[in-house]
């Protein structure tokens, strides 16, 4: 019982992350209907600011709140500097074409990745680097038995339904959140409604930045920080997005936590070989049976 438990509780912890990377490259999609592979490059980035932060003796609510600053600023940035000129590109009929127009922000979003990885490796040498939590990391004790879980766990789980909350709220209950929407969904009939496209576009590049360095954050503690750390973060996130549904912001956090748990149990109960198989047969189950993804919205898209 207690290895089942401490199974649970190790797979929603680490779901959570999951939850938080899924639901950063969703919160791009509603906004800006691109998939952005470059969002952990900029959590990668902005976690190293804020490890130097705590090496300068900074404490590690200011390295945080800097790293939050930091990956909404690359978000933007990514935006401003490559997304937004390259939409301006769609003149010529080679961009022009519908396969180009979804294609091109995708390779130039791991164009951009790798950049952040290469200038993480220069800045800080590619050092290998702890990273400190904010509360305790050992299991919690009640009534004189110790716990399957840590302080950290909790911290973990709380930050990733606050997020929730709060981007649901903002993209349902608040006119900018729908403009987002809209934007995504028909940018010509949004410009014509008189929503800025371009603002809203890139305040969705900063949210999901800003989402993106707290997975970073959170799943740094446990591993290493270096300039390609976050890479598995990423391909996981990316399926549980998938899984739950690109559109969904409930789906990509079901999703996320989803994944912890299966991941979880094949590595207590099978063999940590086996978890990319395990995760392979899940995406292409719910591929086939539900191609939108569990949550995700079926034919037409509602505003």
């Known amino acids: 019982m207690d290895i089942f438990l401490s199974a649970i509780f190790s797979g929603t912890s680490r779901g959570a992350i999951y939850a938080l990377a899924a639901l950063g490259l969703v919160l791009v ?11 952990m490059g900029q959590a990668m980035f902005s976690t190293y600011i804020a490890s130097t932060l705590i090496a300068h003796n ?26 937004r000129p390259l939409g301006r590109k769609r003149s010529s009929s080679f961009l022009d074409s519908p396969a180009m127009r979804s294609t091109v922000p995708v390779i130039a ?26 509360v305790n990391s050992l299991g919690l004790v009640i009534g004189g038995k110790s716990m399957p879980f840590t302080a950290f766990d909790l911290f973990v789980m709380g930050i990733v339904f606050l997020t929730l909350a709060a981007t649901t709220y903002f993209f349902k209950g608040t006119g900018m959140g729908l403009a987002m929407r809209a934007s995504a969904l028909n940018p010509e009939v949004a410009r014509l409604s008189g929503i800025r496209i371009g603002f809203v576009r890139t305040l ?65 109960y099978d063999a940590p070989e086996d978890i990319f198989l395990a995760i392979l047969i899940v995406l292409l189950t719910v591929l086939i049976i539900r191609p939108q993804g569990i949550l995700g919205s079926k034919g037409v898209r509602r505003v």
């Open 58 to 83: 900074y404490s590690y609510w200011i390295a945080f709140i800097v790293a939050l600053i930091s990956g909404g600023a690359l978000g933007a940035l990514v935006d401003l500097a490559v997304m």
């Open 109 to 134: 979003s791991l164009g951009i990745l790798g950049v952040l990885q290469a200038a993480a490796g220069i800045i800080w040498a590619a050092e290998e680097r702890g990273f400190p939590t904010p």
């Open 29 to 39: 999609w509603r906004g800006a209907g691109v998939v952005n592979f470059a969002q």
């Open 204 to 268: 969705s590049w900063t949210i999901s930045g800003v989402a993106s360095s707290l997975a970073g954050l959170l799943v740094t503690p446990s591993a290493n920080l270096s300039p390609n750390t976050l890479d598995l973060i990423l391909i996981i996130g990316f399926t549980a997005a998938v899984v739950g549904g690109l559109d969904s912001l409930l789906g990509s956090v079901i999703g996320g936590f989803a994944l912890g748990l299966l991941i979880s149990f094949v590595n207590v």
